[in-house]
């Protein structure tokens, strides 16, 4: 009986002190996020977004229910159409209405893609209003409670440019040009169906063009459009007189001027113009919106974390107590008996207790120059055994609790897993308030380490990288398929990749790992750890997860691998035109071109039908349904041999970006990026 209530209590304890921490942490972020959001109020995104009309009590209850649904049909529609108006019935007496326009003349993908993106973000953006509208540089989002379909609607206006100011001595000429084109462009847009025109200034020299652009929503008529487009025009004045490029967007109507031809690039120059400064008084909303931006969410922020500090402070008080780590020996003891009668055990998988002396004695009491790195969850220490024994020593957080959930699943779980291509734990060691994991030492570091420095990527060579993924593949195999438990490790990265002295790969990390039981396939989890770029869509956006998720993490490595760069972060390197390593693979494989994806540095030394048969392999574990990857035991076979591959379909956009149209009542979870958990 007392047993059992020290537990539950030591439970809550852990939870909040567990908690407290990275709650702190993520506030404090948010803070610093919101500051310097606040320094240059630069967006950081290529959209503007309007958020209006708080979602109140007054608000129907079934609007939020209904907005995916019809923000999901409303975006189905861009693959057919480049505009598109509808409603849906939420009650007897209210309906939501929502329209999308692509700007003309882009192609369906792209018209697809912008659509898509953007009724995902406005879902995040504006959460709580019903009204919104978004626009991007292709395409622009609306939905209202309040049917505003066939109206003419100029505000609220949204402004960008570049705040450069023409200077050339032909400004006044450059301007009565700018201003020829776009009430020229204005009064054939509102005469054709598409209310949409593009156009080049005609005056004389070439390297002073200016391009235009105004376009419609077409549930208005064409004299509101026109009068829509004029009034647009005045705005401009106010605010854009020569400056060397601007946009004005409505509700109705958009229009832009550039100095180079934006409307005629497959890949624009990404757009990060800081919206322009506003002549005072008469931009009164934009200014209160600022304030409702910025000001207000630090203010709150702020208060949050400074209470949410003041109560973890409390709890720490209350529980100092040296109980900590007697509670955790006995839990960890009594979960690991718990296993081997269930028969989860490994004879070989009985957990070695280091004594804390013998540990500081191997990494000279925890010395700087013993220090491997900095984990997420602690430094990690080189040491050595009094018998030779090179060892790696994760010591987590020491003066908290945090962590210990990790902590825990890491040490019951490794404990349990012989295989060549895991690191080994060899043992832990709890007291004094420290915890620590003792592994075997990796002589070369982590994958990344190689894979991503220009230097020494140079020492993998195409056998090496293949030594690499099979063995990763292998460890997979056997946490997947071949261990007693099932387990998926949900965090597979190349710096969760650890490297023997012989660089054989080692699967790391296994702080986030889950282990599944008996017939069980498939989990889900509202909190989603893992890492940008390497987690499947259906885990990052609805947090399920199974072995399929980590086929797919597989697959975004083994295309690292044989291409060399990071997924996450890869479309900064092709100047933001929205591509990721894996549609970049696809785009060149699926032409036949999958030799120019080859890291430059393989191309000589890798036979070329193996490496386009591994590309193919790459791309049929990221393939965007769970169940159309295959398992890793399969994987092992195709990478093995010369089987008959099947066709992958392509692989989903943009995980993040992703949505789900056959699914009614996606939310979308919130994603913890977890920062790289240490190496070990
Ligand atoms: C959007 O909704 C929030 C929360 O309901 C509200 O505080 C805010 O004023 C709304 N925005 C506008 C422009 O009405
Ligand atoms: C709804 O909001 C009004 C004020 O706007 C408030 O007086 C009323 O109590 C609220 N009703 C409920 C059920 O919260
Ligand atoms: C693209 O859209 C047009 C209509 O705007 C349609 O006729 C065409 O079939 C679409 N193409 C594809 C590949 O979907
Ligand atoms: C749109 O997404 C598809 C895949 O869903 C991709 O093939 C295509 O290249 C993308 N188009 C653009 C313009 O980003
Ligand atoms: C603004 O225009 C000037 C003149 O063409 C150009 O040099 C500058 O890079 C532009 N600024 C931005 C932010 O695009
Ligand atoms: C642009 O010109 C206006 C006056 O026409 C001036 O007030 C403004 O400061 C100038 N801006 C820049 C960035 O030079
Ligand atoms: C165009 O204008 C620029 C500067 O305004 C000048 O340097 C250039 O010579 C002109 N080109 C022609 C073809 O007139
Ligand atoms: C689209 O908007 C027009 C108003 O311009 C309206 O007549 C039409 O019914 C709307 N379409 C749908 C499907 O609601
Ligand atoms: C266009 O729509 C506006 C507003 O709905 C209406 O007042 C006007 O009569 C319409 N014009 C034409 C020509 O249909
Ligand atoms: C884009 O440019 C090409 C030639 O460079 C031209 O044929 C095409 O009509 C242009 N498209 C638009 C929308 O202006
Ligand atoms: C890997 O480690 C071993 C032992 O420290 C070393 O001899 C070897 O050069 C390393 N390999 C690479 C590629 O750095």
Known sequence: MIKKTYHTNHVVTMFVSHYCRPLVLILILITFCLLINLNDSLPSYNYFHICEDPLDNAT?????????????????????????????????SSRIYALFLCRGAVSNNTCQNCTRTASQEIRTQCASNTSAIIWYDTCMLRYSNKNFFGEEQTSPLAFTGNITNTTTPSAIQAYRDEQTLMYQLIKEASSTDMLFKTGKSVGGNESESGYGLVQCTRDINSSSCHSCLHQLMKEADKCCQHKFGWRVMAPSCNIRYERYNFYNQTCA?????????????????????????????????????VLVWFSCLHWKKRKIGRTDDEILVKSLKSSSRHLKEQGHGDNSGDMHYFSLSTIKVATNY??????????????????????????????????????????????????????????????????????????????????????????KRVELDWSKRVRIINGIAKGLVYLHED???????????ASNVLLDEEMNPKISDFGTARMFGGNQNEASTDKVVGTYGYMAPEYALEGLFSIKSDVYSFGVLMLEIMNGRKNSGFYLQERGCGESLLSYAWRLWSVGKGVEFMDPMLVISCPKNQAL???????????????????????IVMLGSAINLPLPSAPPFSVGRYFASDQSSTSAKDIEFQPSPGRY
């Not at 757009?271 to 709150?300: C, D, M, N, T, W």
């Not at 791309?619 to 990857?629: M, N, S, W």
Request: aromatic share 8%; net charge positive; with cysteine.
């Open 483 to 493: 261990s007693r438990l099932k387990i998926i490790h949900r965090d597979l990265k």
């Open 613 to 635: 048969r591994w590309i193919h392999i790459g791309l049929l574990c990221v393939q965007e349904r769970p169940k159309d990857r295959p398992i890793m035991s399969s994987v």
């Open 60 to 92: 129907d209850p079934n609007f939020q229910s209904n907005i995916s649904p019809l923000l999901d049909f409303i975006s189905s529609k861009a693959s057919f159409h480049s505009f598109y108006n509808d409603s849906i019935i939420i009650s007897s």
């Open 366 to 455: 925890f010395s700087d120059d013993a220090k491997l790195g900095e984990g997420g969850f602690g430094p990690v220490f080189k040491g050595k055994l009094s018998n030779g024994r090179e060892i790696a020593v994760k010591r987590l957080s020491f003066k908290s609790t945090q962590g210990l959930e990790e902590f825990k699943n890491e040490v019951l779980l490794i404990a349990k897993l012989q295989h060549r291509n895991l690191v080994k734990l060899l043992g832990c060691c709890v007291g004094e308030n420290e915890k620590l994991l003792v592994y075997e030492y990796m002589a070369n570091t982590s994958l990344d380490a190689f894979l991503f420095d220009p230097i």
């Open 269 to 305: 120059p990404p757009e990060s113009l800081p919206p322009l400064p506003h002549s005072q008084g008469k931009r009164r909303y934009l200014k209160a919106k600022f304030l409702a931006i910025h000001v207000i969410p630090i203010a709150v922020v702020a208060a949050l974390t």
